[in-house]
């Protein structure tokens, strides 16, 4: 069972940045893909970014340009760098690990509101 815990989100104005931060229980060596996901209120949950074992990344159109995603092996950890922040921004953002062996592990959630 691989625990994942998030941090790094809050309240920030419109233009401003965040980064969110991922760290699993166990090495990375075994995860095969890291992202994130976010649900705003009323909206299914939809996947935000991905990364793979490899460094290869893919993004949400919507986020492209704006939020950056990396990942940092020896501490187990995946960061998603949120710039240029808008309101439409605004979910509960969800950290989220596939194993080689196919398994899905999920992050808590973690709350980011962009607003005056």
């Known amino acids: 069972q691989v625990q994942l815990v998030e941090s790094g989100g809050g309240l920030v104005q419109p233009g401003g940045s965040l980064r969110l931060s991922c760290t699993a229980s166990?090495?990375?060596?075994?995860?095969?893909?890291m992202g994130w996901y976010r649900q705003a209120p009323g909206k299914e949950r939809e996947w935000v970014a991905t990364?793979?074992?490899?460094?290869?990344?893919s993004y949400q159109d919507s986020v492209k340009g704006r939020f950056t995603i990396s990942r940092d092996n020896a501490k187990n950890t995946v960061y998603l760098q949120m710039n240029s922040l808008k309101p439409e921004d605004t979910a509960v953002y969800y950290c989220?690990?596939?194993?080689?062996?196919?398994?899905?592990?999920w992050g808590q959630g973690i709350q980011v509101t962009v607003s005056p």
């Open positions: 989220y690990v596939r194993m080689s062996s196919g398994t899905v592990y």
């Open positions: 166990e090495s990375t060596f075994s995860i095969y893909r």
């Open positions: 990364i793979v074992d490899s460094g290869i990344t």
